[in-house]
Nanobody, 120 residues
Framework: VQLQASGGGLVQPGGSLRLSCTAS????????LGWFRQAPGKEREFVAT????????YYGDSVKGRFTISRDNAKNTVFLQMNSLRPEDAAVYYC??????????????WGQGTLVTVSS
């Protein structure tokens, strides 16, 4: 499975961004397609994921109510709509595929990362 992420950039606090991730290859083999992020000096953090078959979303506690994940199966693409962005949301966001067993874990395919900067 290959993943291509896009949509990062600079946004002011309170603003919005939408990330996209398009998957190719053996997509039928994955359980979920989602996003993680890593800020400088911090560990990688689960952000959100969505099960590929039935579209069930899962969110990390820090983004619940602000971020929305969705998918377009026809285009093999998952979207992360990020609203009410905060400076602490700034990080490199990675698209990931896998999620067998626990949809928040067990990801083996990773995209190249897209940088989100939240600053005034």
């Amino acid at each position: 499975v290959q993943l291509q992420a896009s949509g990062g950039g600079l946004v002011q606090p309170g603003g919005s961004l939408r990330l996209s991730c398009t998957a190719s290859g053996k997509i039928f083999s994955i359980n979920a397609l989602g996003w993680f992020r890593q800020a400088p000096g911090k560990e990688r953090e689960f952000v959100a994921t969505i099960t590929w078959g039935d579209g069930i979303p899962y969110y990390g506690d820090s983004v619940k109510g602000r971020f929305t994940i969705s998918r377009d199966n026809a285009k093999n693409t998952v979207f992360l709509q990020m609203n009410s962005l905060r400076p602490e949301d700034a990080a490199v966001y990675y698209c990931a595929a896998g999620g067998w067993g626990d949809p928040k874990k067990n990801y083996v395919y990773w995209g190249q990362g897209t940088l989100v900067t939240v600053s005034s």
